[in-house]
């Protein structure tokens, strides 16, 4: 189940807001509980495993935490409870991906024997709720939390269907308060309501529309795009990914702020950004700063000596890249976002941050080229692409058709000025002045509906981060 349907919008959620605050206040974890792992449930029903193994990290990570806090050699406690969440990552998510390069390996210099695939497939957030875990443990190990000591308050603080699926990665320490004692007010849920509508609209209005763009291009092959069509194809996922993840977030802080919970923000406006180092403060900022504080700042940050700072940065780029996908060119997109940090920390930074028109002509062209490398996971057909973004005077196919660009822009040029307008600060800004008035209310009833009917036509695509 994703939140951009009709069984969640119009049938899980109305059922569960109902009960939730029609029950007494001590019962409504247990509910929101036991709802998560219905959420979960319908959305892996034909892998009841997936509901087990997510059970089973609820069981495993509550004991672990409080066996961390009770002994008297908890590194040891805390490095088999870390080996444990990332068993199960590295088992679904990398098998089949370490599997192919062995049997490479095998073919070109061994005797040529090829194992089997084993064929898992990814369960539904386990990328987001193994770091949530190893987050929780390694907190209660440094004592900047304690254990939790109730069995449902952890169960919803780690299963809570708002965040489960997609993230935000919400650490124990944000939302410990509000397992305990929350305020559920007719404001809260009132901004959570319009919170949620807008990313809906973000989700359906913009990133599905957009998203044809590039299913186009996928679609007609790489080797008959003109250059321009190949520059179209990358903005439009780069914003399709962005209006995506980014209208996830917010539906996900709505529901949180409906039911007295405090989901963290994720973005910030990235796409404003000045530098790569800028972009990587502002978009998914929750996964940035668990690798800053649970894998970069361990390694001693920027505290040691300069080699050593581009070492712990080149670790963390390649762990960002490898936990995003098993492929290589996923590896290849980290080392490519090292190489752009490195070379702003030791030059470019401090000239873009300067003049400021320098840093947003620079990130006009990295952005879509980094997630060029992050959207074509065949390595062959990303090197064809790259011909394609730089053959400018059309020498390397004959398979072109002539008037493609016409043809595209025709097609999308409006949208793709729209989304642009709307991947900046300006018009939440204007927006916020009316948010809460009648033609702020009247926005959202419109967005929220006009959504919902094309969710009914089926004019709708699965979260495009459901597969990391």
Known sequence: MVFSSIEFILVFLPVFLIVYFAIPAQWRNLWLFASSIAFYAAGTWDKPQYILILLLSV?????????IEKSSKPRFILAAGILYNLAWLGVFKYADFIIDNINLLSEKFG?????????????????????????????????????????????TYFTMFPKITTGPITRFATIKKDLK???ASMENFDRGLRMFAMGLGFKVLLADRIGSCWSD??????????????????????????????GYSVMAMGLGRMIGYSIPQNFDHPYESLTMTEFWRRWHMTLGSWFRDYV???LGGNRRAVPRVYLNLLIVWLLTGFWHGAGWNFIIWGLFLFVCIAVEKAALKKLFDRVRILGHIYMIFLIP?????????????LGIYIERLFDFAGTKSDT??????AKYWDTYGVLMIVCLIMSTSVPE????????????????????????????????????????
């Open 429 to 468: 800004r204007i927006f916020a002045r009316v948010r809460n008035g009648i033609i702020g209310t009247a926005v959202l009833f419109v967005v929220f509906w006009v959504s919902v009917y094309l969710i009914y036509l089926g004019l709708n695509d699965p979260f495009l981060y459901f597969r990391f």
């Open 369 to 381: 080229l980094s997630w060029m490398i992050f959207a074509i996971t065949d390595i062959d057909q």
């Open 111 to 155: 005797d040529g024997h090829v194992t089997e695939h084993w064929g898992l497939l990814l369960p539904i957030g386990i990328s987001f709720y193994t770091f949530q875990a190893i987050s929780y443990l390694v907190d209660v190990y440094r004592r900047d939390v304690a254990a939790e000591r109730n069995f449902v308050s952890f169960g």
């Open 181 to 183: 004692n929350r305020a």
């Open 59 to 67: 069981l495993v990570n509550f004991a672990l935490g409080k066996a």
């Open 296 to 298: 970069y700042i361990p």
């Open 400 to 405: 072109v058709f002539a008037g493609d660009f």
């Open 217 to 246: 291009i996928q679609a007609i092959g790489f080797e008959s795009i003109s250059s321009p069509v190949a520059w179209m194809g990358i903005f439009a996922y780069s914003f399709q990914l962005y209006f995506d993840f980014y």
